[in-house]
């Protein structure tokens, strides 16, 4: 078998070299030629406009430094939610008017989602800003984590926890673009299905920003 990333890789110097460094401010301006990824990558139609407020939110895409390779931490949102129930997501949310910028609330609601300890956490970038058509601005923080953690779910959002090979993620031919009907109109995204876990739409949009970033040499 061949891994994308061996043993011998410095995956921080790697993913320093292709990772955008993290906003400084807590919304990053939506620039109408800027580049933003997001659900209308696929459906370029169904675009939200620009010039509109969007909510600020940021997601830890927390890397884990095991001995026999990286792997990266999932959740599967809680089945009772209103919105994206049982859905796999990085853990991350809304920000808050106390956060400083996107680590801090990605950081906060990791510890708050999964309790994840902040300082077990090394910060070395972020994706591209994704929006949402629900007019969400998600900053994706990417960050090195020290294994020797142990996790608890917040039973009110989380319902598991899970870690996926990194070398996995990033293999682009486990990625797959489907398709379905929402009020008539087809839709497509993105997805990487590993087991019993379906991984799509924003987050396998944002993990395949991953693919390319860390596959750069």
Do not use: C
């Not at 070398?167 to 019993?196: C, K, M, T």
Request: overall charge negative.
């Amino acid at each position: 078998m061949t891994f994308l990333i061996s043993k011998e890789d410095n995956l921080a110097e790697r993913l320093r070299r292709g990772l955008e460094p993290v906003p400084r401010e807590l919304s990053p301006a939506l620039e109408l030629d800027g580049k933003i990824r997001g659900d209308h990558d696929l459906n370029p139609a169904s675009a939200p406009q620009r010039d509109l407020p969007f909510t600020p939110a940021a997601v830890l895409v927390p890397i884990v430094l095991r001995h026999e390779g990286p792997t990266v931490i999932l959740t599967r949102r809680a089945t009772h939610l209103t919105k994206h129930a049982g859905q796999i997501s990085f853990p991350g949310g809304r920000s808050d008017d106390g956060d400083e910028n996107a680590v801090a609330t990605a950081l906060r609601e990791t510890q708050e989602e999964i309790a994840l300890d902040p300082g077990l956490v090394e910060v070395v970038g972020s994706l591209t800003t994704y929006i949402t058509v629900t007019r969400y601005s998600v900053t994706p923080v990417v960050g090195l984590v020290k294994p020797d953690f142990t996790l608890r779910p917040e039973e009110g959002e989380v319902s598991e926890i899970f870690e996926v090979p990194l070398d996995f993620l990033i293999d682009q031919s486990n990625r797959r673009q489907h398709s379905g009907f929402h009020n008539g109109v087809e839709r497509f995204w993105y997805a990487i299905p590993f087991g019993d876990y379906y991984i799509w739409g924003a987050t396998a949009g944002m993990i395949k920003d991953l693919s390319e970033r860390i596959m750069l040499k």
